[in-house]
């Protein structure tokens, strides 16, 4: 385990400051914010707190309301909103400066068996067989706006292994493409823990990296990146459907059916390395053209 891991696991070891309060930090973001998927993730295990520990997450839904603040602390307030026999739910509203940032409502549920089917998994290439981000990125230096991107997009990449399996948005700039895209993730390195939680909250943290992508595959734009697109997470939602693990590869085939407005839509599903399905992701956001 490098130590970019070991401090994302420290940030989503929220501080308890009083019965149903948690307070979280930031990691520096590749924009002026705070990074969605670390609140989500946060907010997350902010409920998660105050579950029994037999009952698993099974879905959140979630908005983003204002733009966080990176130096200053997050924090976490949990509305036990019910505790039944089988589903308890929680309400996290994550605060800064006095005002909300962020809203989340989970769901958690104790195991039971029922019906079980899915879809096939969509073919993909071995994920051994990609390049890493830091073998990968110098190629595009030249694309991005700021030469320094490239060193700071490693960097995020530097706890969580992702690589494309598809052409990224940066390498397509210009060219609209089928709005669809496929990356591999996993931690970089083996976690000691088995907790559900742990892990559904890293699938989180990762979910909000890449959803975004085939709304600007299918109109050629690079992104924030490349400076040809402004956006920003409006909602999130996702449905946990069977067990994983996530410092295993885990397949995130993501499209986007709808882009209109001033917002962009993106869905997805992370498949396990042999075949499960084991999350439904859906988001939209704001994906604006710069005016000249």
């Given at each position: 385990?490098?130590?970019?891991?070991?401090?994302?696991?420290?940030?989503?070891?929220?501080?308890?400051?009083?019965?149903?309060?948690?307070?979280?930090?930031?990691?520096?973001?590749?924009?002026?914010?705070?990074?969605?998927?670390?609140?989500?993730?946060?907010?997350?295990?902010?409920?998660?707190?105050?579950?029994?520990?037999?009952?698993?997450?099974?879905?959140?839904?979630?908005?983003?309301?204002?733009?966080?603040?990176?130096?200053?602390?997050?924090?976490?307030?949990?509305?036990r909103i019910r505790d039944g026999r089988s589903f308890t739910t929680r309400r996290v509203v994550a605060v800064q400066h006095g005002q909300p940032i962020f809203h989340l409502s989970a769901s958690f549920q104790t195991y039971e068996d029922g019906l079980d089917h899915q879809v096939a998994m969509p073919s993909a290439p071995d994920p051994e067989s990609l390049p890493t981000a830091a073998e990968s990125l110098p190629a595009y230096r030249e694309i991005f706006r700021d030469p320094g991107t490239v060193e700071r997009l490693i960097e995020t990449r530097e706890a969580v292994d992702l690589r494309y399996a598809t052409t990224p948005p940066w390498g397509s700039v210009g060219e609209p493409v089928e709005p669809r895209s496929q990356v591999w993730f996993r931690t970089a390195g083996k976690l000691d823990s088995a907790d559900p939680l742990l892990h559904t909250c890293l699938a989180t943290y990762v979910s909000d990296m890449t959803l975004l992508d085939s709304v600007l595959l299918a109109h050629g734009r690079?992104?924030?990146?490349?400076?040809?697109?402004?956006?920003?997470?409006?909602?999130?939602?996702?449905?946990?459907?069977?067990?994983?693990?996530?410092?295993?590869?885990?397949?995130?085939?993501?499209?986007?059916?709808?882009?209109?407005?001033?917002?962009?839509?993106?869905?997805?599903?992370?498949?396990?390395?042999?075949?499960?399905?084991?999350?439904?992701?859906?988001?939209?956001?704001?994906?604006?053209?710069?005016?000249?």
């Open positions: 385990m490098n130590q970019a891991l070991t401090t994302l696991l420290d940030l989503l070891d929220l501080e308890q400051i009083e019965e149903n309060i948690f307070r979280g930090t930031s990691r520096p973001s590749l924009v002026p914010r705070v990074f969605g998927g670390q609140v989500a993730a946060q907010a997350l295990v902010a409920a998660g707190r105050t579950v029994p520990a037999d009952r698993i997450a099974h879905s959140l839904h979630s908005y983003f309301l204002r733009t966080g603040d990176t130096s200053a602390p997050i924090v976490y307030s949990v509305d690079g992104g924030w990146a490349v400076g040809d697109v402004v956006g920003a997470s409006l909602d999130h939602a996702m449905w946990f459907h069977r067990p994983f693990r996530a410092d295993e590869w885990l397949l995130y085939d993501q499209e986007s059916p709808s882009a209109a407005a001033g917002r962009g839509l993106g869905q997805a599903r992370i498949w396990t390395q042999d075949g499960r399905l084991a999350v439904t992701v859906i988001q939209e956001g704001v994906v604006r053209v710069p005016r000249a």
